[in-house]
């Protein structure tokens, strides 16, 4: 069973973004600033239980919409880059290997 992770964006008193980053098993939140850090922290947190995590995502009813255009550019760059890994997780890999849908 994967471990819910929850994504909360909000945005600081200098109306920059920032991503708290909860891990509900551990009752532990980290505090992202950027993009790379959110990486670097959900790798981390995630590998603890083998990755096999669930993230849902939140946001703060104050994140101005600049912010928030902001983050979601930023992460279709990263889904894009791991698209690859995506797909093989969730079976939509056309490269080989067994896909019970075809």
Do not use: R
Not at 32 to 42: A, L, P, R, V
């Amino acid at each position: 069973m994967a471990v819910k992770f929850i994504s909360h964006v909000d945005q600081d008193e200098a109306e920059n973004w920032f991503i708290k980053l909860t891990d509900t098993l551990e009752e532990k939140d980290v505090i992202c600033k950027n993009i790379d850090e959110y990486t670097t922290q959900i790798e981390e947190l995630g590998g603890e239980y083998g990755g096999d995590i669930e993230v849902q995502w939140t946001k703060s009813k104050n994140l101005n919409p600049a912010n928030y255009q902001d983050l979601e550019e930023k992460m279709a760059v990263l889904q894009e880059k791991y698209q690859d890994e995506i797909d093989k997780i969730s079976g939509n890999n056309k490269e080989g290997g067994f896909n019970p849908n075809e």
